[in-house]
């Protein structure tokens, strides 16, 4: 029954037929060591098929259902993940938002991290301001198991796809204001702490919180932020006062702003050691 059913749902794709869907989302009703390739194959065709606006909503809700059985680390699991998160971005559905923040945001040793930043790059598939809040925790997310592992480049993506919704919280993120952040910086360090404390101590968690959000508000691009990113310039981190000057170059900025960027950029350049000057010049 398994063999034939893998072979029928493989014709399914083939046919990518709206009328199948009754048998697709059955398939998603997916049974340890029985059908996981059932599944498999059914998000691959949902994901390709016109499913009327109608059943979306149904789609998504099935798809989130059969994501949060998921809980091994078998790389059959890990294949589920990924079709069903993918699929789930595809569909371009806000009904899919709640599943996956909490599987962007999830810090388990059973999920591999790399399911963390797919879920945040269909999180920004969508595009939707209520998940700002969720992709600015995403900023200082980390891989329990490597610290190293960041969504340094999904996030800040997710929030310049938001657009405008995600500055004033960022730039309440640079001020401070922004608890959950810290506590992530904090947490982030300890993990360091744990594999390499000669470099944990040398680091801040108020400043690695600042560097984060002046890059992602560099990327934003909105003028807005030239005079909070002018005064984290003479933040007293050097490495928060270089990135807020790289940052004001990426601003979308007016003629009449450029002599303060320029000044920001060349008092960074003069205070700033031989390495990190060279991404001064590359500013300039």
Do not use: C
Request: no cysteine; proline share 5%.
């Amino acid at each position: 029954d398994s063999q034939n059913g893998a072979a029928i749902i493989s014709l399914l794709f083939e046919m990518r037929d709206p009328r199948t869907l009754p048998a697709l989302m059955k398939a998603l009703e997916w049974r340890t060591e029985v059908n996981e390739e059932h599944a498999i194959t059914a998000a691959r065709t949902l994901a390709v098929i016109d499913i009327p606006e109608g059943k979306k909503g149904e789609v998504v809700k099935k798809l989130a259902e059969a994501l949060d059985r998921v809980t091994g680390k078998r790389p059959v699991d890990n294949r589920m993940r990924i079709e069903f998160i993918t699929t789930l971005g595809v569909l371009n559905d806000k009904a899919a938002l709640e599943t996956l923040t909490k599987v962007a945001l999830r810090q388990s040793e059973e999920q591999n991290f790399l399911i963390n930043n797919l879920a945040v790059q269909q999180i920004a598939r969508l595009g939707a301001p209520e998940s700002v809040p969720a992709m600015i925790e995403a900023l200082y997310l980390f891989d329990p198991s490597n610290p190293g592992n960041r969504l340094t480049k999904s996030a800040p993506l997710a929030l310049v796809r938001i657009g405008r919704p995600a500055l004033e919280p960022l730039l309440k993120v640079v001020k401070g204001e922004d608890p959950k952040a810290l506590a992530l910086s904090k947490q982030w360090i300890e993990a360091i702490r744990q594999r390499a404390p000669q470099m944990a101590e040398t680091m801040k968690p108020a400043a690695e919180m600042k560097k984060e959000a002046a890059r992602t508000l560099g990327l934003l691009g909105f003028r807005e932020a030239i005079d909070p990113l002018v005064a984290l310039s003479s933040d007293e981190d050097k490495g928060v006062a270089l990135g807020a000057a790289v940052a004001l170059v990426s601003i979308n900025r007016e003629q009449s702003d450029t002599a303060k960027i320029r000044e920001v950029v060349v008092k960074a350049y003069n205070t700033q050691e031989k390495i990190q000057r060279m991404q001064v010049l590359r500013a300039i």
